[in-house]
């Protein structure tokens, strides 16, 4: 059974930081795509970053730039997002996903999903 188990969400003040883990479960993490989409309240899913299996290549949406990395220790079957100057409108359910390569992630079709794990920026 396939099982993606985030951790690492949270309350934290603007310009804080967070670290987003995401462990698999029934599943070799390096044959497949690991990234990390969110949801808001009212708003669509969207994808924030990627890294593929293949050549390491890195998306990142371009609301998160500069601030978030994403990185994949294979040996741990575990991906990681740190989040660093976090902002109110990073508050989001944060979900991880497996996909077979980064542009089917890029197109929401997604081989599995975490159960999601929430952030809340604020004061």
């Known amino acids: 059974q396939v099982q993606l188990v985030e951790s690492g969400g949270g309350l934290v003040q603007p310009g804080g930081s967070l670290r987003l883990s995401c462990a698999a479960h029934g599943l070799t993490l390096d044959s497949y795509a690991i990234g990390w989409f969110r949801q808001a309240p009212g708003k669509e899913r969207e994808g924030v970053s990627c890294i593929s299996s293949s050549n390491g290549s890195i998306y990142y949406a371009d609301s998160v730039k500069g601030r978030f990395t994403i990185t994949r220790d294979n040996a741990k079957d575990t991906v990681y997002l740190q989040m660093t100057s976090l902002k109110p409108e990073d508050t989001a359910v944060y979900y991880c996903?497996?996909?077979?390569?980064?542009?089917?992630?890029?197109?929401?079709?997604?081989?599995?999903w975490g159960q999601g794990t929430q952030v809340t920026v604020s004061s």
């Open positions: 996903a497996a996909a077979l390569d980064l542009m089917t992630f890029l197109d929401h079709i997604v081989y599995s």
